[in-house]
């Protein structure tokens, strides 16, 4: 008879893009499309979560309005929003500390996001 782990031991979510690192942060996957009309989550793709921004590519502008972004919609500090990886491309990974996985999938969920 085989035995599957429990789902709640291992590191993934049921949002794409979303991984638990820590008691209280994540890692959030991204794919940054910069220069849109206005900067807002547009889809969940195979790559992470599709995030639109108003800045331009020039001067870590779009970074900066990305951590802006995040810490507003996951309702925490500026400081606690690092860019882990992807500086100048536009795939990027986020570190959010201050934010459970749970409350994070919740958050996301509830923004109604279309799966690419």
Same mark, same amino acid.
Do not use: W, Y
């Given at each position: ?14 949002? #794409?893009?979303? !991984?638990? $690192?820590? =008691? ?7 794919? @940054? ?8 989550? @547009? ?16 001067? #870590?502008?779009? #970074? ?16 606690? @929003? ?8 536009? =795939? $990027?990974?986020? !570190?959010?500390?201050?934010? =459970? ?10 923004? #109604?996001? $279309?799966?690419?």
């Amino acid at each position: 008879m085989v035995v599957a782990a429990p789902i709640e031991h291992l590191n993934f979510s049921k949002v #794409n893009g979303i !991984e638990k $690192k820590g =008691a209280d942060a994540i890692l959030l996957r991204t794919r @940054v499309v910069p220069r849109s009309s206005r900067t807002v989550f @547009v889809a969940i793709t195979a790559e992470g979560l599709r995030l639109q921004v108003k800045a331009p590519p020039v001067e #870590n502008a779009a #970074n900066e309005e990305c951590i802006r972004f995040l810490a507003k919609t996951f309702g925490v500090s500026k400081g606690a @929003v690092r860019l882990s990886s992807g500086g100048k491309s536009r =795939a $990027k990974v986020f !570190e959010i500390d201050g934010c =459970a996985e749970s409350d994070a999938v919740r958050i996301i969920e509830s923004l #109604n996001l $279309k799966v690419v």
